[in-house]
């Protein structure tokens, strides 16, 4: 695929899921609504995360923020009725919802149990779900919540991040693609980014300071302050990055 454009992606729902904190969800939210607004879509970002407000701290992106807890600070399910409302009512717009990882069950089962995805499909919506595989420590944890969506997905919807901050992701001499956690639920899988680890010295920094910013792409390269060879350098992640999304068939 060559790409889209914001006709074609209209009626699009990207959700970032996994059940593992702190593997960058944000960040993958905050990259996809990036390439879609480039795009030229009508982008509306939401971020459902009750602990930490990542996403929403992108001003550029203007996130809602969906309040999920009651008055006893417990996940409130009704309150994913809303956001299934702006589904269903903002028809021709497209959704970057950022979930925490302390309401990637509830919203998960609440999707499930009210077949929402299957009633989203049937008012013309199509829901792609983005998760996150990461190296080092947290790739067990990131493979479980990855095989727990496509396990109980019936759909050909998953986008899989492959995040390498943490160190490849790799087991046994196995890439993400030879283990069994993507042989077993391959067909579940309708396309993968690979975030790559770059020199840390120079990539990494740029990247790592633009992140801890919150700013964007646009805004990081558009800076007066930023020396010439780190806008080069994001120029760089940028371009692999959107190339990467290109490929991918929303």
Request: with cysteine; aromatic share 8%; net charge neutral.
């Amino acid at each position: 695929m060559s790409g889209i454009n914001g006709n074609e992606s209209a009626g699009a729902i990207h959700l970032t899921l996994q059940g593992k904190g702190g593997v960058g969800k944000s960040l993958v939210a905050a990259i996809l609504a990036q390439y879609l607004i480039d795009k030229r879509c009508d982008v509306r970002c939401i971020d459902t995360d009750p602990v930490n407000r990542t996403f929403a701290q992108y001003a550029a992106l203007a996130a809602d923020r969906l309040n999920l807890r009651d008055e006893h600070n417990r996940i409130e399910q009704r309150a994913f009725d809303s956001l299934m409302e702006r589904f269903l009512t903002e028809s021709m717009a497209t959704f970057v919802v950022d979930n925490g990882a302390s309401t990637f069950l509830p919203l998960w089962h609440y999707l499930l149990e009210n077949s929402a995805l299957e009633y989203l499909r049937q008012n013309g919506r199509r829901v792609y779900v983005h998760t996150v595989i990461t190296g080092g420590q947290a790739l067990l944890d990131t493979l479980n919540g990855f095989h727990e969506l496509a396990q109980t997905t019936a759909d050909r919807n998953i986008v899989v991040w492959v995040n390498e901050y943490f160190g490849r992701v790799e087991a046994e001499g196995k890439k993400f693609s030879d283990m069994a956690a993507y042989r077993d639920n391959a067909d579940k899988v309708c396309g993968a980014v690979i975030f790559s680890k770059r020199n840390q010295d120079t990539f990494g920094r740029d990247v790592e300071e633009m992140i801890s910013a919150k700013l964007t792409f646009a805004e990081a390269l558009g800076a007066s302050k930023l020396p010439i060879m780190a806008k080069q350098r994001l120029k760089v992640v940028q371009r692999d990055l959107f190339d990467q999304l290109d490929r991918v068939p929303f």
